[in-house]
């Protein structure tokens, strides 16, 4: 089973400022099977990115993401106030239960 | 629209049992592998079980194997989880999931005496 670490847990920032959140898997994903998801309280998770670097229908272009193998990065170029959140990294490339999800990470106002 | 609707969840004793069910609109849903992923409260996400489009293919977490039962019905759009032997670590909100691109809002499945 992959097993997907986000760091950092959590992440303070000031609006306006940049967020860099990793993902680390603990073997070589697909990219094609990399999905990040932004979750607010009492919400479901909305999906950002999917095939590691391509944006979903209606996500703001702030948003991007990158990387391949084992190390994924999620991107915010600005931080909007509606972007303070959870965020969690996906692998839904192998068969079950390779549906994993890495732990999130917090993105929250300084 | 795409739409996924859970219904179902409540108040159950441990021990007890619980039929989720998920309605689906907005997509060919008989196309679709479906998923169960659930959210305890204050912690992250973590994937239930997995059936394909057709229902021939099923997986399950270890920590639900042999008790949850996944299971559908492509003429009536619906997904299903059958939860057995209910047990308080199974309090979560359990959403029904096309992933990674549409997810339902959620049903609460609280497992308390």
């Known amino acids: 089973e992959i097993v997907l670490t986000q760091s950092p847990g959590t992440l303070s920032l000031s609006p306006g400022e940049r967020a860099t959140l990793s993902c680390r898997a603990s073997?070589?994903?697909?990219?094609?099977?990399l999905a990040w998801y932004q979750q607010k309280p009492g919400q479901a998770p909305r999906l950002l990115i999917y095939g590691a670097s391509s944006r979903a229908t209606g996500i703001p272009d702030r948003f991007s993401g990158s990387g391949s193998g084992t190390d994924f990065t999620l991107t915010i170029s600005r931080l909007e106030p509606e972007d303070f959140a959870v965020y969690y990294c996906?692998?839904?490339?192998?068969?079950?239960?390779?549906?994993?999800f890495g732990g999130g990470t917090k993105v929250e106002i300084k | 629209e795409v739409q996924l609707v859970e219904s179902g969840g409540g108040l159950v004793q441990p021990g007890g049992s619980l039929r989720l069910s998920c309605a689906a609109s907005?997509?060919?849903?008989?196309?679709?592998?479906m998923n169960w992923v659930r959210q305890a409260p204050g912690k992250g996400l973590e994937w239930v079980s997995y059936i394909s489009s057709s229902g021939s293919t099923i997986y399950y977490a270890d920590s639900v194997k042999g008790r949850f039962t996944i299971s559908r019905d492509n003429a009536k759009n619906s997904l299903y989880l059958q939860m057995n032997s209910l047990r308080a670590e199974d309090t979560a909100v359990y959403y029904c999931a096309s992933i990674p691109t549409h997810w339902g809002q959620g049903t609460l499945v609280t497992v308390s005496s």
């Open positions: 073997q070589s994903v697909s990219s094609s099977y």
């Open positions: 996906q692998q839904y490339g192998s068969s079950p239960p390779g549906l994993t």
């Open positions: 907005g997509f060919t849903f008989s196309s679709y592998e």
